[in-house]
C-alpha cells in the first residue's frame, strides 16, 4: 500500500513537471561575456552548501539586475541542465534534475549564472557550488503550520509535504473541529503507519494512534483531566508513548523584536501503553517540586531522557516574578517495559554546569548522539534568539554547538532514520515566521550549511504569512488523514479510567480554566 501510495505522488509530481517545463525560453542564447568575479547573488542561497541526492529541485531567484537570464547546471557524468528566460526566476524541471542528482551521489553540482545587463552585454558570474550527499533524506515532512498570533488560534494544520517534489496536502485542518489546536505529532522509526498525534477541542484533549496503519481515538481526559498533551516520544519496542501533559502561560514584552514569552507553570510527564490502552505516570516523572517536559526514549529503550527545572515559587498557576531564572536540566530515568519500572532521576547535563536551560532532547537513530537547544531560560525555544543547536557525544558526554546555527531562533529539529541529516524550524531570514531548514551530519557529528525546504516558487517564503514549526521526517505518505482522521479527533471514546495523582499533576480544569489555557497555549 505504502509503495503504491509513493508511486501515485511521483506521477503527480512528473505530470506537474511537464506542465512547468515549457516555462523556459530556448530562443536565448548567451553571446561574448565578461566575468564578474564573484557567484551570482541568489533567493535562496544555496552556495557551499550539502543536499539530499532525492530533493526537490533547487528553485531560485537571480537577485542580479538584468533583461535576460541563463543558467546551466552540471556535475561530473550526466547531461547538464539548460535553463534560459527573461525572468530571474530559475524553474528547475524535476525529470532531469532528478537524474543528475542521481547520476553524481557524492559529487560536486555546479551552478553557471549568466545576466545580460542594461548595456546589452552578458555578465558571467563564478560558479555556485554545493555538493550531492551520497545519503538519502527520507522523503516525507510532516509540519505544523500556524499564524503568528499572540493568543488565539483560528487556522492551524499538519502537512505532509513530499520533499522529493513540491506536492503538499493536509493531514487534518483544526477548522474540522470547531478551530481547536492541532498540537504534537510523531512517529515510530520514521515509519507514517504508526503515529500519535495531539489535538485540543472544546470538548478537552484528544490523542490519536496510528498504528499498522489503523486509527483509533484516544480519551485522554483521565488523570491529568482536561489539561494539554503533547511532546511524544515512542518507545523502541512501539508499546509505550511517553508524552507532556501540561498549563502554559504566555505573556508579553513591549521592547523586543519577539514580543511573546511562555513557560510551563505546571507540568509532568506520563506514558500511554498501546497493548493495554492505559495512561500512567509514576514518581520519578511527577515530582512536586520539578517541572518534567520533551520526553525522549534512548534507541535501545533503557532510558527515558527529559528536561526538568526546579519549582520554587508557591503561587502555581501563575509566571512567577523571577521567571527568566528559569533552567532546565537534561535528566534520565532508567525503565524496565517488563515490569513497568522505573529507577531514579539521574542528572545528564545540568543548567548550572551551562549556565543555560536545555530543551528538545532528540536521539540520533544508532545512539551516538543527542541534539537538543540551548537557550538563556525557560523551554520555549523559538520565542528565544539564545536558542541555538547542540549535539552530545553519548560515549563521552562531551558537547559543542553546532555551526548551522544562526543569530535567530533554532528550535523543533528531527533526524532522518538514517542519521545522516537533521530538519529544524529557524528564523534566521523571516525574523518573526519560522521556516523549516536541513543540515547534513557526518559521521563524527559536524554539521553543514543548511538549506531551506525548497518551494516551487522560490519567493513563496517571502509572503507566506505562516509559521512552520515540529518538522517530522518519515518514510511515506500518511495512510488516513482529512475528514477520516479529523472524525476520531472530534470524538474520543470515552474511558473511565482513574489514575493515581501526584503533588505535580495538574488537576482537572474548570470549563472557565480549560478556555484560558486554549487562549495562552498558541505556540507551545
Known sequence: MKTRLVHNWLVAALIVAALSAGSCDR??????????????QIQPDYCDTVIPPNIAPLNFLIREPGSQYYVKIHSEQGDPVEIAGRSPKIRIPPAPWRKLLETNRGKTLHTEVCVKTEDGRWMRFDPISCQIAAEEIDPFLYYREIRPIHNRWSDMCIWQRHIESFNKSPIVHNRSFKRGCVHCHSFLHHDSDNMFIHCRTSNGPAMVLIQDGQATSIDSRTQFGSAPMGHSAWHPDGNIIAFTVYKVRQFFHTAQMEVREGMDVESALGYYLVDSRETRTAPALSQANRLETFPAWSPDGRWLYFCSAPVWWTEHGKPPERYDEIKYDLVRVSYNPKADAWGQVETVLSARETGQSIAQPRFSPDGRFLLFCMLDHGCFPTFRDSSDLYLMNTETG????????????????CWSSNGRWIAFSSKRKAVLFSRVYFSYIDREGK?????????????????????????ELADGPLPIRGEKLARLVRSPSLRPDVLPMTGATPKAATPSEYTDIQDQATQH
Request: with cysteine.
Open 27 to 40: 530562443e536565448i542564447t548567451v553571446g561574448p561575456s565578461r566575468q564578474a568575479g564573484r557567484t551570482a
Open 398 to 413: 562531551v558537547y559543542r554547538r553546532l555551526s548551522c546555527n544562526s543569530e535567530r531562533p533554532e528550535s523543533w529539529h
Open 447 to 471: 554539521s553543514y550549511k543548511p538549506f531551506v525546504l525548497p518551494q516551487e516558487d522560490p519567493t513563496f517564503d517571502d509572503s507566506y504569512m505562516r509559521l512552520y514549526q515540529l518538522p
